[in-house]
């Protein structure tokens, strides 16, 4: 089995990724084929065609056999891994009735399926009726029944991108419990289906029939069928196995299954996970994650725009490095390390607050982003520095939140992610935490999770400990620079951690004056 691989296919926001994996973590070969990230035909809307989401796998795959004609028969099992909360209806056919909605939409609807009075009482009395009500006025459910009456009744199943794939591999309604992140009724702490007197039946107008089947992280949910495999090349009867939603997977593929490692996620949404036996709510009432590991939760802080804020920076203010790349065929990424490398830590005052999006509770509904300290010797540098810094103080704040409600104080912690790629990122993040900041062997974390499971799933790696032992490894570690931490401490304690509270007012103002973000 020296040459045996795993195929992981990642369908993320912006691209599709085959990758083969070997049982020690390398990559052995990989395609990628890139994706418009979503359409939107009114604001705040985001959907994509699911089968553009297939047809990309399909290329991706047959582009890796047509590059590495001897690798198919080495394959010895299929993962897949995706985007989180990317919602499908399809019919009875199987096929799609209409765009997918991506988690990226900000859609939402005040139609939403009643719940009954004791349900109403106890969440008053327990505080979250707000956060319940924006639970129903976001789920994508409840927006297709009020506004697309007709697809809703058609509808014969409804699955995440990661249950349509799965579907369109094996030919069954199968998902991952890990994959189970969204507006959906599930039970957090059971890792299972809600059960039938659980308030989510009531809240979402989702039915029981319409969900797939799921199972835990390593099983095998089928074989590749003929269909399948002509399309993408994959071997028939290749098994199919369950992995995770992409965060997930990202952790395990990290090597961050121990809860005193801290696994930061530098990509569109950016997070600070860490990985618990224990059901573990950060955010009293926001549940954690399952883990791609079974039976495991995932404890999660996310920054909803996270380092989209940095393309945002590129695309607007950044002609002039990606004009130079250009001339000088040196990599963009090199140019803005670059540019943030020529700013002294703390951006010489400049503080930003990185809520370009709302959120639940922490940020809440009215939250906006935020930018203080300008002078006249700030230029876009500054600006750009002061993103990563903001980033930063910003997932600083959820490791402690994550280590005042566990008990366990983080020690270490690891970057995956397209931001884990600038060294001027990584040293300021070891600079701002005050810890050891490692970079993983591969940056393809979340595919890596993926192989992982399969791997164990398919009994090439006995238990989960051995293989990521086997497959996960630390490149390039960076250790904080005691002067800059001194610096970053007092901005963060003196001004950053004061930020939101001091203009949340103002948020609620702007809010109520021009309806933006729209009020649940």
């Known amino acids: ?81 995706t985007q989180r909360g990317t919602m499908i209806n399809l019919g009875a056919d199987g096929q799609p009735l209409r765009p997918a909605i991506n988690w990226l939409a900000q859609r939402r609807t005040d139609a939403v399926p009643p719940l009954g009075a004791l349900w109403r009482l106890a969440f008053k009395l327990a505080g979250v009726s707000h956060t319940i009500n924006y639970f129903r006025g976001e789920a994508e459910a409840n927006w297709i029944q009020a506004h697309q009456p007709d697809v809703w009744a058609q509808t014969h199943k409804y699955v995440m991108l990661s249950g349509y794939l799965n579907h369109r591999l094996c030919g069954s309604f199968i998902d991952s419990i890990g994959s189970q992140v969204g507006y959906l009724p599930f039970d957090y702490k059971r890792l299972a289906w809600a059960g039938k007197k659980d308030w989510k039946w009531q809240a979402l107008a989702v039915k029981p029939e319409w969900l797939p089947e799921l199972v835990a992280p390593g099983t095998r949910m089928g074989s590749i069928h003929a269909a399948a495999s002509a399309a993408t090349g994959i071997l028939e009867g290749t098994p199919l196995m369950a992995a995770a939603a992409d965060k997930a997977c990202e952790v395990i593929g990290a090597g961050c299954q121990q809860p005193h490692i801290g696994c930061l996620s530098y990509g569109t949404t950016a997070t600070i996970n860490t990985t618990s036996a224990k059901y573990l709510e950060v955010t009293p009432f926001i549940p954690p994650y399952p883990s791609a590991i079974p039976g495991a939760y995932s404890t999660e802080v996310q920054i909803f725009r996270g380092y989209w804020m940095v393309n945002w920076f590129k695309q607007q203010f950044g002609h002039h490095e990606q004009s130079q790349s250009l001339q000088t065929g040196i990599a963009p990424e090199v140019l803005f390390d670059e540019l943030v490398s020529s700013v002294p830590p703390g951006s010489m005052g400049l503080m930003l607050q990185p809520y370009w999006s709302p959120g639940i509770k922490i940020p809440g509904p009215e939250a906006k982003g935020a930018i203080i300290g300008f002078g006249d010797v700030h230029t876009r540098a500054h600006v750009y520095r002061a993103i990563l810094e903001g980033l930063a103080y910003a997932l600083r704040e959820g490791k402690e939140r994550i280590e005042k409600r566990s008990g366990v104080p983080i020690t270490e912690l690891r970057i995956s992610g ?57 490149g390039k570690t960076f250790t904080p620079n005691a002067t800059h931490h001194a610096t970053y401490n007092a901005l963060y304690h003196g001004v950053y951690q004061k930020m939101y509270g001091r203009l949340q007012p103002l948020y609620r103002t702007i809010q109520h004056i021009t309806g933006y973000p729209r009020m649940p």
């Open 418 to 474: 397209g931001g884990s790629q600038s060294d001027a990122a990584m040293q300021l993040t070891a600079d701002i935490f005050g810890l050891p900041t490692a970079r993983p062997h591969i940056y393809e974390t979340s595919g890596l999770g993926a192989a992982i499971d399969a791997a164990v799933g398919l009994g090439l790696h006995p238990d989960f400990d051995t293989a990521v032992k086997a497959m996960t490894r630390m």
């Open 1 to 81: 089995m020296s040459d045996a691989t795993i195929l992981a296919i990642d369908n993320g926001t912006q691209s599709v990724r085959a990758l083969l994996f070997d049982l020690q973590g390398n990559i052995v070969a990989k395609t990628q084929v890139h994706l418009e990230a979503y359409f939107s035909e009114h604001p705040g809307w985001a959907e994509h065609d699911p089968l553009d989401y297939w047809n990309a796998v399909c290329t991706a795959c047959q582009r890796l056999w047509a590059e590495n004609p001897a690798a198919r028969a080495t394959v010895q099992g299929v993962a897949v891994t």
